[in-house]
C-alpha cells in the first residue's frame, strides 16, 4: 500500500512556473514508477509525465514537453513535477500516482494508488 500527498498548485498566471511535490509512505519508494496525470472540469483523466523508479527515464505528453519537468528523491520519498512557460490550458487538478514495477505507462488504469490531488490554475 502507497499513500501520496500532492501539494505546491494554486493559481498562477500564464507563462508562470509552479513546482508540484507528492509525497509518498512506502519505504520501498524506488520499486514504483511514478506518474503525474491531470483532470480538467468536463475532460477525462489525462496523462502528463512519468519517470522510472530510478528517475533514469522520464516521458512527457505532447503538450507538456519542454515545459514540464519531472523528478524525484528515492532517499525522501518525493516525486516533483516542475512546470514552467505555464499556459490556461494547463489548469486543472493535477495527481501523482505510482505504479509497481519498471514498466512506464500512460494509461490511469495501470496505475494502483493516486493521490487527492491539486489545483492549479493558471490565469491569462
Known amino acids: 500500500q502507497v499513500q501520496l500527498v500532492e501539494s505546491g498548485g494554486g493559481l498562477v498566471q500564464a507563462g508562470g512556473s509552479l513546482r508540484l511535490s507528492c509525497a509518498a509512505s512506502r519505504r520501498t519508494f524506488s520499486r514504483y514508477v511514478m506518474g503525474w496525470f491531470r483532470q480538467a472540469p468536463g475532460k477525462e483523466r489525462q496523462f502528463v509525465a512519468t519517470?522510472?523508479?530510478?528517475?533514469?527515464?522520464?516521458y512527457y505528453a505532447d503538450s507538456v514537453k519542454g515545459r514540464f519537468a519531472i523528478s524525484r528523491d528515492n532517499s525522501e520519498n518525493m516525486v516533483y513535477l516542475q512546470m514552467n512557460s505555464l499556459k490556461p490550458e494547463d489548469t486543472a487538478i493535477y495527481y501523482c500516482?505510482?505504479?509497481?514495477?519498471?514498466?512506464?505507462?500512460?494509461?490511469?488504469?495501470?496505475?494502483?494508488?493516486w493521490g487527492q490531488g491539486t489545483q492549479v490554475t493558471v490565469s491569462p
Open positions: 500516482a505510482a505504479r509497481p514495477g519498471v514498466v512506464r505507462s500512460t494509461t490511469p488504469a495501470d496505475y494502483d494508488y
Open positions: 519517470l522510472s523508479g530510478t528517475g533514469g527515464s522520464t
